[in-house]
């Protein structure tokens, strides 16, 4: 592990109110007394206790005040890091920043890479690899199931359970090596009838956490809902309302969106990520027709389909697209909305669909009329469970890879059982799902994995 004292600004980029500035290393206290200098004369750094605030300037070389700033002192092991940690924290002027950060540069710190304080904590154990994921997960966390499944993994709920069937297995795996010193006296050590009662369990127990996935990928990355229908038809007004934004351009034209348009909100704690396409008409524009093309591209990556028929112009051209588009949104969740209705004089008895899964609503875009109800439609249309603050749901591809592996394994040791297989072969399975348990908690891990996934950190985290 680097051994170099490391200094960044911990705060988001910009001007705000304060600004917080990281140190971490064998020198971080020596490094931060050369630039910091208390009110009080009897105070110093070197003297403070850990988990202790000193009031004092920063300053230059040339004597001169950069600030007046707060400063906390983390003594090791008992900081996030694991090592002595100092944090700064000054009036939030970029330039201040910058000139703190000028200074501990100057005198012996070096510049921290992204994720590095979080890839120290690992390594000094404070945490697991798993738990370390879960910081950058809670900094982007932008709902409130986000934010708690994060929180359960930070809390090591996750940790716990995968650390408990790895020292199982390893137990086994043990066990089995040791019949294969002594195998020609036929002496037997592990109980296979107890090594299936565990595979078994093992093997349900990570089955419904891949199962998560699906559920916990939505939460954490938003849940596409594509908006779909016909030119003019009111999409693009529609996606603006959502956000509560101008975000696409809206106008009579037909054919103005001719790219697929995409940003995300939170609605009733959820995140939603709603994609605006080209409207859909015969057209011999090329550009346009690879806007629909696009259009029914999105259609494939959404889990809701959000159709906009325009009450006034449209509903029996609908008609028509309706069993080309049930087709398309096999394994996918279809929602009507009527659009236009402040304009038209029929709209009680709309409805085109003769389907019970298919949810239809009449909707004035412009008008924001029955947007709470289209709202709650979604919500209950998305049927993410409510997540319980001890529950475990896999958001991560990393770990959903790797428990998909180890799921294998597992799968290959119960047929092994079942078939009585050799001792060697057993134990190679049981190694393989150790293995892939490991990944996930760093227990097995290489320089390459951890530079990847340190790097999506921010600098100062």
Known sequence: MNQSTICAISTAAGIGGIAVIRVSGDRAIQNASKIFCTFNENKNLFDAESHTVIFGKIKNGKNEIIDEALVSIFRAPHSYTGEDTVEISCHGSAYIQQQILKLLIENGCVLAQAGEFTQRAFLNGKMDLSQAEAVADLISSESQAAHRIAMNQMRGFFLNELQNIRQKLVEFASLIELELDFNEEDVEFADRNELGKLAFNIEEYISKLCKSFDVGNAIKNGIPVAIVGETNAGKSTLLNVLLNEERAIVSEIHGTTRDAIEDATNIGGLMFRFIDTAGIRD?????????????????????????????????????????????????????????????????????????????????SAKEKLNMELLQNILLETAQIPETGSNDIIVTNMRHFEALQNAHSAIVRIQNGLKQNISHDLLAQDIRDCIFHIGTITGSITTDEILRNIFSKFCVGK
């Open 283 to 363: 057209t011999k524009d090329k550009i346009e027709n690879m806007g629909i093309e696009r259009t029914y591209s999105k259609i494939e990556q959404a889990s809701i389909v959000l159709w906009i028929i325009d009450v006034s112009q449209s509903v029996e051209n609908a008609r028509k697209m309706l069993p080309e588009m049930i087709e398309r949104c096999k394994n996918k969740k279809l929602i009507i909305a009527y659009n236009k209705i402040d304009i038209s004089k029929s709209t009680a008895n709309i409805s085109i669909a003769d389907n019970d899964e298919i949810k239809q609503i009449n909707i």
